[in-house]
């Protein structure tokens, strides 16, 4: 493997990196919606691992909690409590679809590729993260971001009202 040294940090890496790929992938190549959504939920899952790699417990756990908890099982029961066909729709994929999918995604793979490439990287700095970040991240919330913050409860609530009255008037 040449200079890599082969620790725990750069195998989680991977199965990580591997989890949040192929969740991404079977997201949009599977066709049942059920599948699809476990398939996203894979994928928030391996992005909570890679916070966890970068010491940003914080914002692994509110990725777990609200992304993988909330928002994955919220979509799977929209899917159990509406109404589906029995019959599925045949898509027919045309080979010019699919020929002018694989030229765009080797065109983006190109400009990542070059854009890479050409780049110059600056070293990396010194960072000193906090002793504790989700008191750092409280401090900031109640202090320099008070305003911002309240208007998103604000939004939240008023989302969550009406919510509650479009499920009503169906319920009517």
Same mark, same amino acid.
């Given at each position: 493997?040449? &200079? %890599?040294?082969?620790?725990?940090?750069?195998? /989680?890496? @991977?199965?990580? /990196?591997?989890?949040?790929?192929?969740?991404?992938?079977? !997201?949009?190549?599977?066709?049942? #919606?059920?599948?699809? %959504? =476990?398939?996203?939920?894979? $994928?928030?899952?391996?992005?909570?691992?890679?916070?966890?790699? =970068? *010491?940003?417990?914080?914002?692994?756990?509110?990725?777990?909690?609200?992304?993988?908890?909330?928002? $994955?099982?919220?979509?799977?029961?929209?899917? !159990? !409590?509406?109404?589906?066909?029995?019959?599925?729709? $045949?898509?027919?994929?045309?080979?010019?679809?699919?020929?002018?999918? $694989? #030229?765009?995604? =080797?065109? =983006?793979?190109?400009?990542?590729?070059?854009?890479?490439?050409?780049?110059?990287? /600056?070293?990396?700095?010194? @960072? *000193?993260?906090?002793?504790? &970040? +989700?008191?750092?991240?409280?401090?900031?919330?109640?202090? &320099?971001? #008070?305003?911002?913050?309240?208007?998103?409860?604000?939004?939240?609530?008023?989302?969550?009202?009406?919510?509650? %009255?479009? +499920?009503?008037?169906? +319920?009517?």
């Amino acid at each position: 493997m040449g &200079n %890599v040294e082969l620790t725990g940090e750069f195998v /989680a890496f @991977f199965v990580f /990196a591997v989890m949040i790929i192929s969740g991404s992938v079977f !997201m949009i190549s599977l066709t049942k #919606v059920v599948h699809m %959504v =476990l398939s996203l939920l894979a $994928a928030f899952i391996g992005v909570a691992g890679l916070f966890i790699l =970068l *010491e940003a417990e914080f914002l692994a756990f509110v990725q777990v909690l609200i992304y993988a908890g909330a928002v $994955a099982i919220l979509m799977i029961f929209g899917i !159990m !409590m509406t109404k589906h066909q029995e019959e599925e729709k $045949a898509t027919t994929k045309r080979a010019w679809q699919e020929g002018l999918a $694989a #030229v765009g995604a =080797l065109a =983006l793979f190109g400009l990542l590729f070059f854009a890479i490439r050409s780049s110059e990287l /600056a070293p990396a700095q010194s @960072f *000193e993260a906090g002793e504790d &970040n +989700a008191l750092e991240i409280g401090k900031l919330l109640f202090t &320099n971001y #008070v305003i911002p913050f309240e208007l998103v409860s604000v939004l939240l609530t008023v989302a969550f009202i009406g919510s509650i %009255v479009l +499920a009503k008037k169906e +319920a009517e």
